[in-house]
């Protein structure tokens, strides 16, 4: 098969990195996780603090089978796919895969491309500069919306009303901005307090 259909597949994909560390942020912070960043995004946040991983050309093509060879090598079962945007690949194959090798599996996405895959934990964290995909809302375990701009607020009000009943809420202040949005998003969930706060606690503790 041509590395262009074994991609469509989704049984060999672009991987800018991999590493196993302590999720920071939303549902899963402080848990020791597997980090699978696949190469490629057509989102194009400005904010956005892997600009890197946007040209999926960039890098390795690997098989999925050498990618899990490499995460069950830690003692952690627990994966986050993350990206660049993973939901430009089919997620079926190498879901499939972590999970006959016993893994949890969370997926961070902006939700910008038809969902696939087997994922135990969704966090969908929509963002203004590409509209998400209508298979999003029903499969979000969690929303999380990164506050850069006041009218973030009403940008994350507008995909609450989407998501399904039993999706989590959270708001996250985009780090470089995090001194001003901070204060304004312990406010906000004070007097709106279905929505919780997610912090980047690995820059805190200044781990990948
Ligand atoms: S969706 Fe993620 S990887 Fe893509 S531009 Fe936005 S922040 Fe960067």
């Not at 302590?22 to 194009?44: K, M, N």
């Amino acid at each position: 098969m041509k590395t262009e259909e074994l991609i469509a597949k989704g049984l060999s994909l672009p991987l800018m990195e991999a590493f196993y560390t302590i999720q920071g942020e939303g549902r899963f912070t402080g848990h020791p996780a597997y980090f699978i960043r696949l190469g490629g995004c057509d989102v194009g946040c400005v904010w956005c603090d892997v600009k890197e991983s946007w040209e999926a050309g960039k890098w390795p093509i690997l098989p999925i089978e050498e990618i899990v060879a490499e995460a069950v090598k830690y003692p952690g079962r627990l994966v986050v796919i993350t990206g660049g945007e993973p939901l430009m690949y089919d997620l079926g194959p190498l879901t499939s895969l972590l999970k006959e090798k016993g893994f949890t599996t969370n997926i961070e996405t902006s939700g910008a491309h038809p969902f696939s895959g087997d994922f135990d934990w969704v966090c969908f964290s929509p963002k203004k500069f590409k509209k998400p995909h209508p298979s999003i809302y029903k499969v979000a375990n969690e929303l999380k919306v990164v506050v850069f701009h006041n009218s973030d607020f009403a940008f994350a009000e507008e995909h609450a009303l989407k998501v399904n009943e039993n999706c989590e809420l959270r708001l996250q202040p985009e780090w470089s901005k995090s001194e001003k949005f901070t204060p304004l998003i312990i406010n906000y969930s004070k007097y709106h307090p279905n929505w919780k706060i997610s912090l980047q606690t690995h820059k805190f503790m200044d781990i990948p």
